[in-house]
Nanobody, 127 residues
Framework: QETLVESGGGLVQPGGSLRLSCVAS????????VSWVRQAPQKEREGVSCISGSDGSTYYADSVKGRFTITRDNAKRTVYLQMNSLKPEDSGTYYC????????????????????WGQGTQVTVSS
């Protein structure tokens, strides 16, 4: 059973925009934190952004600050990643993941252990 399903990836020119979506199954509670992580060939996996389920606080990697925005719509069980001013170095497979913060009180979303993962969606930024 898939717990997280990503969509919205594709091919876009530098400077363009994409919006990724991550739909969570009912297994993922509203209070779970959700993050976006990307993996490019021959590069280390990078945590791009995350959002807390309890207070909506967010985190962004320095490489995407000011260009990416993460939001969540609990009614739709969906977390979005709006990506603007895309650069070729943003290319990669983007994975959505979720973490139960129950036993990590006080931890920011980027400090949690993410146990649930989607299959990923490919983003290619190229002219």
């Amino acid at each position: 059973q898939e717990t997280l399903v990503e969509s919205g990836g594709g091919l876009v020119q530098p400077g363009g925009s994409l919006r990724l979506s991550c739909v969570a199954s009912e297994f993922i509670e509203d209070y779970y934190a959700v993050s976006w992580v990307r993996q490019a060939p021959q590069k280390e996996r990078e945590g791009v952004s995350c959002i807390s389920g309890s207070d909506g606080s967010t985190y962004y990697a320095d490489s995407v600050k000011g260009r990416f925005t993460i939001t969540r719509d609990n009614a739709k069980r969906t977390v979005y990643l709006q990506m603007n001013s895309l650069k070729p170095e943003d290319s990669g497979t983007y994975y959505c993941s979720a973490a139960d913060p129950t036993y990590s009180a006080g931890s920011a979303c980027n400090e949690l252990k993410y146990d649930y993962w989607g299959q990923g969606t490919q983003v290619t930024v190229s002219s």
